[in-house]
């Protein structure tokens, strides 16, 4: 069994999480999870003072709670149901950003120092009735529009690529891009970094409310947590799946709110599927990680629970979920579910990052991103830049987070 | 998705063992309709285990005391009228409804592999369930949760070596599948069973070449405490003389005070090296010793299994002589999660025979909920039992300062020693990662233990004794890992319901 080593620069036990708040900072972020530690990263070493605020430990809720899964491809939740060509204008941008992330984690592990578990195995997205493959086929000319490099296969080619494949799946979506890294790792990792660079961080700080003050231009905002109080010039928002409660404190609003997930965990086996699997037309993503494991999810609900406790376990999940991976992938009905895990999301209304400026509330700034951890790292440098200077477009308008949201998709 | 459709009952036991099966036949004896499950292939539970598939008894008086108490309990519970299953897991418990499937072979009458009879709505008989393709949530009025305990998982370097086993695994081989496990095997332990393990062992013809007692030998004071408190317990204080007794006779050395420190050996065990503690079972520098054996069986008592109740959300209190945390009952036996009630080791591990009364006063507490008998009934039936279980608390009290766990117990491990034997995460690495954090959970993701097979049940304490060592806290004060359904791993085949709905992903 396969050893994951914990490097040991990558604890951010050398810096005291629990030391007292600094008086005053340019930038709070707050939240730590995947988006927060990144941000503080990357404005860390643009030379930026920032202070990062968790209310817990770090990358304890979505961050380290997902399936690790990059998805570049063109997905379930993407679409409308009103059809691909439809959507086309608003998927063709959702690509492009794919795309910009896809290469920001190749980078990575090479930008961190650090092993982040980072596998780019490739991703097989997979139809099985006609009207699945039709959607397939469209929406890999729109990726190959946008500068995604993906293809379709089907018949013997994809019996030769994709043996383990029930009969049933009548084609798949290649993205060679695609892959996994270790959820656990990675924002730890931005935070270790954000900290050598002169970040500091602070756990089991609960922001409680955030005072305004337009007349003092430096230190506009003063945020009062349960570990005392900072006077701020500026605050971003990467609560996450909390980033309206704490949107609410300054009278803002976020139009975000916390889903429960569930996942299947398996015990070890032999390698035998190389390729992340996704569905276009049920709730799957399914892969071996690098212990031999199965991990199974793809958006079925967990059951909220009234704080402290987390989300719970809903067995109907557990049975629906399992019923799709053992349908697209057969041999996989003998292979024991050692644990299930629930993890939590942040859902937008129209999916899309929240990433910019409130023009109601300057100095104010949110990052959140649904599929988070597949576009924490992207948003969280384009924030960076933008509030560093360094970004002479700005940030695109479609995440501004005061946006019409013209269309909710199912 | 909370559904009404699927079997049910008016109370399904959980655990087949002494508490399990007692209750089962005080409460079919009351009308209850009565499901007991057991994921074994044999009833009994560990301390009136039944031979396994396969074997057939000519001479019963030859398999002992336990065995035949085991089959009279069987006996009343079916003559009741209960249904017993073996070979059936219980993966998940929400509220009163269980999640079941048939994990394994099942013997005996009342029983079939991969096929559970429950009770169905109309007809008792009408309603089969095929258990061996998925899984059946079985909608009960009241749950008891009898799950027992199993060995205090003690990590010592070489605990991971071949030939080192734990007590009730060895007392399972030999129970079960009548077979010894070494040809000179030491035991390492304490508690009352330390001395009916090597007993035991030795009564089945295994070499017992060494026993240890982490304990102090019994002295006047204590003994002057046990017969105060022996009122009604002389039969436990007989058995206690009766395991010294046989082990004298069988000339089998036991020694107070001391506890294994490590296993040695390169491929299995050669050697079991010992040494003297003090009264928190601490190290005595310098008293080292070996011994060359071929098996070492370690039992430093029980913990109980709780992941079923931590499923249902009982609330729990600590007492590490009891085994650590446990559950909070009242005194029909009611945890504090509705409907779910507790009886057995697993509530706090104090033996089998407490173990049965607890069980029937739970029925008893499940009869009087549900309206099988009045209040006052009940409590008139209770009264013996409630009297029998005061008279075995003050003698468990009284063995205390026999029997109490020491702390040193968690601090064997050196910085190299495998703690979490699942992933192969190294005491050091707990280490380093317990310096970040005081959340198990947090240790758990950065090292990955308690992410393997046995889902965190071996290591789950010693990662909560690091985390409490380093914070300058007691091991009560650390949270346990989240508690998760499977608690145990089940085919992702079975889990598998093609008829639940994927309404796609935003549809609330």
């Known amino acids: 069994m396969t050893v994951v080593e914990v490097p040991s620069l990558l604890l951010p036990a050398d810096e005291d999480l629990s030391a007292p708040l600094p008086a005053s900072t340019d930038v709070v972020v707050i939240g730590g999870g995947l988006a927060g530690c990144a941000l503080a990263y990357y404005l860390a070493k643009c030379g930026v003072e920032v202070v990062l605020l968790e209310r817990g430990e770090l990358n304890r809720e979505a961050s380290g709670t997902n399936a690790g899964s990059f998805h570049f491809q063109i997905a379930l939740h993407q679409l409308t149901g009103s059809g691909v060509e439809s959507d086309r204008a608003r998927l063709l941008g959702d690509v492009r950003l794919l795309a910009a992330a896809a290469e920001v984690w190749s980078g990575l592990e090479g ?108 230190s506009r905002f003063k945020v009062l947590t349960t570990a005392g109080s900072i006077e701020a010039h500026r605050v971003v928002n990467a609560a996450g799946a909390w980033a309206r409660e704490i949107a609410g404190l300054c009278g803002l609003d976020l139009p975000v709110r916390a889903e429960g997930l569930h996942v299947n965990v398996t015990e070890p086996r032999e390698r035998v599927l190389t390729p992340m699997v996704q569905h276009i037309g049920r709730r ?66 129209d999916l899309m990052p929240i990433v910019g400026e409130f023009a109601q509330c300057p100095g104010y700034f949110a990052c959140v991103a649904p599929t988070g951890f597949t576009l924490g790292p992207i948003v969280a440098q384009m924030l960076a830049e933008a509030m560093a200077g360094r970004s002479p477009g700005g940030l695109p308008a479609e995440f501004r987070p005061e946006r019409e949201v013209a269309l909710a998709r199912n | 998705m909370s559904t009404s459709a699927g079997p049910t009952c008016d109370l399904l036991i959980i655990g087949g063992g002494p508490a399990g099966l007692a209750a089962a036949g005080v409460a079919a ?24 598939p396969g074997f057939v008894v000519h001479d019963s008086r030859k398999l002992g005391a336990d065995y035949l108490r085991g089959q009279a309990l069987v006996d009343s519970a079916r003559r009741a009228g209960a249904r017993l299953y073996t070979g059936m897991s219980v993966v998940s418990l929400r509220g009163t409804s269980a999640v079941l499937f048939a994990s394994g072979p099942s013997s005996g009458p009342g029983s079939s592999v991969g096929r559970g ?30 799950p027992g305990a199993y060995d205090r998982p003690v990590v010592f370097p070489g605990w991971t070596l071949p030939g080192v086993i734990t007590a009730g695994g060895a007392q399972a081989l030999v129970k079960a599948s009548r077979v010894v496990p070494g040809d000179r095997v030491a035991f390492a332990g304490s508690g009352p069973l330390a001395l009916a393990f090597p007993a035991q062992l030795h009564h089945y013809g295994v070499n017992v070449v060494l026993a240890l007692e982490a304990g102090p030998p019994p002295g006047p004071r204590s003994l002057l405490g046990l017969l105060l408190a022996a009122p009604g317990n002389l039969e436990l204080l007989r058995d206690g003389a009766r395991y010294r007794l046989q082990l004298q006779r069988g000339g089998v050395p036991l020694r107070y005070r001391r506890v294994i420190v490590r296993a040695e050996g390169d491929d299995r065990v050669e050697a079991m090296v010992h040494a003297a503690v003090d009264a928190n079972w601490r190290v005595v520098p310098g008293s080292e010793q070996s011994v060359a054996v071929d098996t070492v069986c370690v039992g430093y008592g029980f913990v109980p299994s709780i992941e079923l109740f931590r499923l249902a959300g009982c609330e729990f209190g600590y007492d590490e002589d009891l085994g650590g945390p446990v559950v909070e009952v009242d005194e029909w036996r009611r945890t504090t999660a509705p409907g779910v009630l507790a009886a057995g080791d697993g509530t706090g591990v104090r033996g089998s025979a407490v173990a049965a009364d607890q069980g029937r006063l739970a029925a008893l507490g499940a009869a009087v909920d549900l309206g099988f008998i009045s209040a006052t009934r009940g409590t008139g039936l209770a009264r013996p039992l409630r009297r029998r279980l005061c008279a075995k608390e003050r003698f468990r009290r009284a063995l205390r300062p026999l029997f109490g766990v020491g702390q040193g117990v968690y601090e064997l491990a050196t910085p190299e020693t495998i703690v979490c034997r699942c992933e192969e995460v190294t005491l050091a690495r707990i280490d380093q990662a317990a310096a970040a954090t005081r959340d198990p959970n947090v240790v758990k993701s950065y090292t990955r233990a308690g992410m393997g097979l046995c889902q965190g049940r071996n290591c789950q304490w010693q990662v909560a004794a690091a985390v409490a060592r380093r914070a300058g806290l007691v091991v009560p004060q650390v949270a346990l890992m989240t508690a998760r359904p499977p608690v145990r791993p089940v085919p992702l085949g079975i889990v598998a319901d093609d008829s639940v709905p994927d309404e796609g992903l935003f549809v609330r």
């Open chain 2, 29 to 52: 004896s009351h009308g209850l309709r009565t499901v007991l499950v057991d994921e074994r292939p044999t009833l009994g539970g560990q301390i009136y285990r039944q031979p396994g």
């Open chain 2, 117 to 146: 009879r429950f009770f169905g709505d109309g007809d008792d008989e009408d309603l089969v369930v095929t258990t061996s393709s998925t899984t059946t949530t079985l909608h009960a009025g009241r749950v008891l949760v009898a």
């Open chain 1, 284 to 349: 799957l993503t399914l892969k071996q990680a690098a212990n031999g494991t199965f991990i199974i999810g793809g958006g079925w609900p967990a059951r909220p629970e009234r704080a402290p406790l987390r989300y719970s376990v809903r067995w109907q999940s557990a049975a629906g979920n399992a019923a799709v991976a053992v349908r697209v992938m057969p041999a996989l009905a003998d292979v024991r579910v050692m644990h299930m895990w629930t993890g939590v999301w942040a859902s937008s209304d």
């Open chain 1, 111 to 218: 930008e961190l120092g650090a092993d982040l578990g980072v596998h780019v195995t490739g991703g097989l997205m997979v139809a099985e009735t006609a009207d699945e493959l039709e959607t397939l086929v469209t929406k890999q000319r729109i990726e190959q529009e946008a500068g995604l490099s993906t293809e379709v296969l089907t018949g013997a080619e994809l019996r030769n690529f994709a043996p383990y494949l029930a009969e049933g799946v009548s084609g798949a979506c290649y993205c060679a891009r695609e892959g996994h890294a270790n959820p656990l790792l990675a924002a730890p990792a931005f935070a270790a970094r954000a900290i050598e660079a002169g970040g500091r961080a602070r756990t089991h700080a609960t922001v409680i409310g955030i005072q305004q003050d337009g007349t003092r231009p430096l």
